[in-house]
């Protein structure tokens, strides 16, 4: 991990365990937490939110973020994932965006209740990726 340590990493995946508790998943059952490390210290997290209406979800990584922002900070260094249940729940295509714009250079932490953690980094999961330099 380039920005945080063992004992970061393991209370960034805490927070993010506890956020799945707080999941609304009604239609897939798969509830999935994010927790978050600003550029100065600070901790969010968000939850999976899901809708009758599927393309209003919201996943708990955009969720975390738009906590972050909410609240006054524009940076994040680490973001650690939980799901319940499943495979590897790596973000998906919109939250990779979301990631790179708010953190292109973070570690990014992946587990579920069966599966070690997986580090990897937002350029990894968005390699080439499209960000405000390109504007």
């Known amino acids: 991990m380039k920005h945080i340590n063992q004992a970061t990493s393991i209370q960034l995946l ?33 939850c999976n939110v899901e809708n009758a209406s599927y393309g209003l979800t919201l996943c708990a990584e955009r969720n975390a973020i738009a906590n972050m922002v909410a609240n006054g900070h524009k940076k994040f260094v680490a973001l650690a994932i939980h799901a319940r249940e499943g495979t590897k729940c790596y973000p998906c295509g919109a939250c990779r965006q979301w990631l790179y714009e708010f953190g292109k250079d973070a ?7 069966s599966l070690e953690p997986i580090v990897t980094s937002t350029i990894e999961l968005l390699p080439n990726a499209f960000g405000p330099e390109n504007l």
């Open 14 to 46: 805490q927070l993010a365990r506890q956020a799945a508790d707080n999941a609304y998943a009604p239609y897939s059952k798969f509830k999935v937490g994010a927790a978050l490390l600003t550029d100065n210290g600070k901790y969010f997290t968000g």
């Open 107 to 113: 570690d990014i932490i992946v587990e579920n209740d």
